[in-house]
C-alpha cells in the first residue's frame, strides 16, 4: 500500500508550481501524491494546508523555497513545526546564498538542489519515512522555529526546560545557564535571542576561559587609541558590538576578578567605560552567563565575586545531562546521522540493534557533544548504509554497566578484546589467516573459529 506525502508550495510563486510536475512524476509511482497550496491571498496558512499537514497518513512533505520571498518559507515552515512532526524536505536551487542552507540545515530534516533527480528525491523520502516517530510518542510543543533551533528533543526533562524560553525571552532580565560541558548552553542561550525583540541584532557569544587574563577587559570593553603602548589605532569592545543584542559569556567562572568588578558595573548602570577614554558610554545589551561548574562554590572559594553571582543569577536554568533525558539519544542520534551523511556524501539509513543498543547504554560524559562527535566519527568511517558497533568508537569508561552482573560485564570487555585483537593481527598479516594464527600462537582452526565467533571480514583486511 502506498503512502501519502503532502507537497507544499506558496501560492505566490509560478515557478514553484511548476516544479510540482516532475516532483510528482517522481513520486507517485510509491507514495499517493497531494498537492497543497501554503498561503492563502492574505499571505496566512490556508485551511487546507493546515489539514493536509495534520493528516495522520500524511509520510512526508516537500516545499519549494522562493530565494525572493524567504520570510514567506520561514513563516511556512514555522507552521509545519507548530502544527506537525511530519519530515519536511526543503528543494533549493544549487548555488543559492548560505542562510537558505543554514535554514535547511537548522529547521528541516532535508534538502534536495535543483535539477531534481529521481535517485536523490526518492532517497530522502524513504529514509525519512522510516526514521518517522508515530505522533502518540511525541509531545507537542507550541514554540515557533526560532525558539527550537538546534535544540533537538521530546523528553519530559528537557522540554520542561525548552518551554521556558518564550517566556524568558520576552524579559530584559539577565539569565544564568549552568550544566554539564556539552549540554547545550550556548544553543539555549541563542534560543533565547532569537526567540526574543532582540532577534535582529547581534547575538555575541564570548569564551571567557579562551581569552589570556590580560586582555578580557580590552575584548569586553575596547580601547581608544594611545591607550597603551601597542595601541595604534582604535578598537572597539564585545560590548559595544553587541548593542542592541545579547552578549553571551560561556565559562564565566573564568573571568578574572578585575574583569568581574568592571562587568558588574556594566550589568548595574548598563555603563563602562574604553581602555583609555575619559568618557563613559552606555550599551543596550542583554546578558546571558553560562558556566559547567558550582558557581556557588566557587564564590566560596573566591573565583566569582559574590555580588556578581547574585547579580547573573536573576533567572537560573540547569540544562539536563543526556544520561537523564536517554529517551532522546534515538532521536538527536538520527538527527546527527543525517547531518553527517550528507557531509560525507553517504546516503545512510540508520544504526543496527545493537549499535543503537550501544548509544542508550553509554553513559554520555561528554553529553549531546560527545554524542555528536561519536555520529560524525561514526559516518565518516562505516561502509554500509548502517552504523553498526564497530563504527561507534565509544571509551569502556562511559559504558553504562549499573543494569549488568559481573560476568555479563566481564563478558563483554573478552569480547570486544578478543574482537579487537583479532582485527589488529589481522591488518598486521594483511587478511593472510595462517600468519595470524601464528602471530596470535593459535592453531588455524581455533583462529578461523574466533574470527566467525566475531564475524569479521577477513576479505576487507586483504583489499588493505
Not at 89 to 97: D, N, Q, R, Y
Not at 390 to 412: H, I, P, V, W, Y
Request: neutral net charge.
Amino acid at each position: 500500500m502506498k503512502l501519502k506525502t503532502a507537497l507544499l508550495l506558496t501560492s505566490e510563486g509560478q515557478a514553484n508550481h511548476e516544479l510540482a510536475v516532475p516532483l510528482r512524476q517522481i513520486l507517485e509511482p510509491h507514495f499517493n501524491v497531494e498537492i497543497c497550496t501554503a498561503q492563502s491571498e492574505e499571505g496566512l496558512a490556508s485551511p487546507f494546508f493546515i489539514e493536509a499537514i495534520r493528516d495522520s497518513e500524511t509520510a512526508v512533505m516537500f516545499l519549494a523555497v522562493d530565494q525572493s520571498r524567504l520570510d514567506s518559507t520561514m513563516t511556512i515552515v514555522d507552521t509545519v513545526r507548530r502544527e506537525s512532526r511530519v519530515p519536511l524536505v526543503l528543494i533549493i536551487e544549487a548555488g543559492k546564498p548560505d542562510q537558505v542552507f543554514e535554514l535547511a540545515k537548522d529547521v528541516c530534516d532535508d534538502f534536495v538542489t535543483l535539477p531534481l533527480k529521481a535517485g536523490e528525491v526518492l532517497a530522502r523520502a524513504w529514509r525519512l519515512v522510516g526514521q518517522a516517530q508515530p505522533a502518540s510518542r511525541l509531545r507537542s510543543v507550541s514554540l515557533t522555529w526560532p525558539e527550537r533551533r538546534g535544540l533537538i528533543g521530546e523528553s519530559a526533562t528537557f522540554l520542561t526546560q525548552v518551554e521556558r524560553i518564550s517566556q524568558i525571552a520576552k524579559l530584559k532580565a539577565n539569565v544564568l545557564l549552568t550544566g554539564e560541558t556539552g549540554t547545550g548552553k550556548e544553543l539555549y542561550a541563542r534560543a533565547i535571542h532569537y526567540s526574543s525583540l532582540r532577534a535582529r541584532q547581534p547575538f555575541m557569544p564570548v569564551n571567557c576561559g579562551a581569552i589570556p587574563a590580560d586582555l578580557v577587559e580590552n575584548e569586553l570593553f575596547g580601547h581608544e587609541r594611545g591607550a597603551f603602548t601597542s595601541a595604534v589605532s582604535l578598537q572597539t569592545g564585545l560590548i559595544e558590538e553587541a548593542n542592541g543584542g545579547t552578549l553571551f559569556l560561556d565559562e564565566i567562572d573564568c573571568l578574572p576578578v578585575l574583569a568581574q568588578v568592571k562587568l558588574l558595573r556594566f550589568l548595574q548602570e548598563k555603563e563602562y567605560r574604553p581602555l583609555g577614554s575619559p568618557k563613559m558610554r552606555q550599551a543596550n545589551v542583554r546578558v546571558i552567563a553560562a558556566s559547567n561548574a558550582n558557581l556557588e562554590e566557587a564564590v566560596g572559594h573566591g573565583k566569582v565575586r559574590q555580588d556578581l553571582f547574585y547579580r547573573l543569577n536573576i533567572i537560573s536554568i540547569t540544562l539536563p545531562p543526556l544520561r537523564e533525558r536517554k529517551e532522546d539519544i534515538p532521536l538527536l542520534a538520527h538527527h546527527f546521522l543525517a547531518k553527517y551523511g550528507r557531509e560525507c556524501e553517504k546516503e545512510l539509513c540508520g544504526f543496527s540493534r545493537e549499535a543503537l543498543h550501544l548509544l542508550m547504554v553509554y553513559h554520555w560524559p561528554g553529553n549531546v557533544r560527545e554524542l555528536e562527535h561519536a555520529i560524525e566519527r561514526a559516518s565518516v568511517l562505516c561502509n554500509g548504509r548502517r552504523i553498526e558497533v564497530d563504527d561507534l568508537l565509544l571509551s569502556n569508561t562511559g559504558l553504562d554497566r549499573r543494569g549488568e552482573s559481573l560476568q555479563e560485564a566481564k563478558a563483554k570487555e573478552i569480547a570486544r578484546f578478543e574482537k579487537n585483537y583479532i582485527q589488529g593481527v589481522l591488518s598486521v598479516c594483511k587478511g593472510n589467516i595462517t600468519h595470524a594464527a601464528q602471530v596470535a600462537q593459535k592453531n588455524r582452526r581455533a583462529f578461523w573459529q574466533l574470527i566467525q565467533k566475531h564475524d569479521i571480514d577477513v576479505a576487507r583486511f586483504k583489499a588493505s
